[in-house]
C-alpha cells in the first residue's frame, strides 16, 4: 500500500502517518523528520538545510528528493509518506520516477482543518523554532501559496479524498481506513 498525506502545518499528518503506518505494516516516511534529524545531527546536509526548516520555508526540491529517495526505494512493503509531495513540482517529479517502477502512489488523503485549530496545535506542541508564532503563519502562507495548489492538481482523481482532521485522531484514522478501503485498488471483489 502507498500513501500520501497532505495537510497544513498542525493538521495531523504525522499523527496519522503513525497510525496507517502500524496499521498496515507499512513504512511511514516524514520527509520534516528526516530533515530535523540531519539539522539536529549537524550534517552536512543539515547545515545545508537548516535555514529554511527554522524560517519555515520549502527545502529546495532537489535536496528533498536526495533524503527521500533511499527510505522510499527500501520500503518494499508500501510506505505512507508525510510531508512530501507539497507542491506540484514535487509531485511530477516524484511520478516521473515511481511510474517506471510500477510504484506510483494509490491513495493521496487530505487532512482538512480549520485555521484557529492548526494554530493552536501548533503554539501547544512547541516544537523548536519553526513552532513560533511569527514561523506558524509564514508556515500557513507558504502551505496556501505553494500546497493548495497541489490539492487542486491532484482533485477530482478518484484517489485523492479529504477527510475531516478536526475530529480527535482515532476517529481520523477510522475514516481514513474506511476510505481507503472503498477505493477500487483496495477493495476486494464480493
Ligand atoms: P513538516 O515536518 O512536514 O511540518 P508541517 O507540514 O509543518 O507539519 P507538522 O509536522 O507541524 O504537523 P503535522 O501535520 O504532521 O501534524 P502533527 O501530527 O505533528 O515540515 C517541516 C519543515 O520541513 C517545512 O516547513 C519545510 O521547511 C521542510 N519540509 C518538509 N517537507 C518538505 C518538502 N516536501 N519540500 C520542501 N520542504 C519540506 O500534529 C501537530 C500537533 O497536533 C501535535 O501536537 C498533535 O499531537 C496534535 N494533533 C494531531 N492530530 C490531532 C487531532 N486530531 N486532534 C487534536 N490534536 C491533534
Known amino acids: ?16 502517518a503513525e497510525l496507517l503506518a502500524a496499521r498496515f505494516g507499512i513504512a511511514h516516511i516524514s520527509s520534516g523528520d528526516l530533515l530535523r534529524q540531519h539539522v539536529r545531527e549537524r550534517t552536512q546536509f543539515g547545515l545545508q538545510v ?3 526548516v527554522d524560517k519555515g520555508d520549502l527545502v529546495p526540491d532537489s535536496l528533498v528528493m536526495d533524503i527521500l ?21 514535487q509531485a511530477q517529479a516524484a511520478y516521473a ?27 501547544a506542541r512547541g516544537r523548536g523554532a519553526d513552532d513560533s508564532a511569527a514561523v506558524i503563519k509564514h508556515r500557513l502562507e507558504v502551505y496556501a501559496e505553494k500546497t ?8 477530482g482523481r478518484e484517489w485523492m479524498f479529504t477527510v475531516d482532521g478536526a475530529m480527535p485522531p482515532e ?13 477500487d485498488t483496495f477493495s476486494t471483489p464480493a
Open 1 to 16: 500500500m502507498r500513501l500520501l498525506l497532505i495537510g497544513a502545518p498542525g493538521s495531523g499528518k504525522g499523527t496519522q
Open 171 to 183: 476517529s481520523v484514522h477510522e475514516d481514513i481506513v474506511s476510505r481507503i478501503r472503498k477505493l
Open 69 to 89: 529517495r533511499k527510505p522510499v526505494v527500501a520500503a518494499r512493503d508500501g510506505y505512507v509518506l508525510d510531508g512530501f509531495p507539497r507542491t506540484v513540482d
Open 50 to 52: 537548516k535555514a529554511y
Open 97 to 123: 520516477v515511481a511510474q517506471p517502477l510500477g510504484a506510483e502512489v494509490q491513495a493521496a488523503i487530505h487532512l482538512d482543518v480549520a485555521q484557529d485549530e492548526l494554530v493552536r496545535r501548533l503554539l
Open 148 to 155: 493548495v495548489p497541489l490539492l487542486e492538481y491532484y482533485a
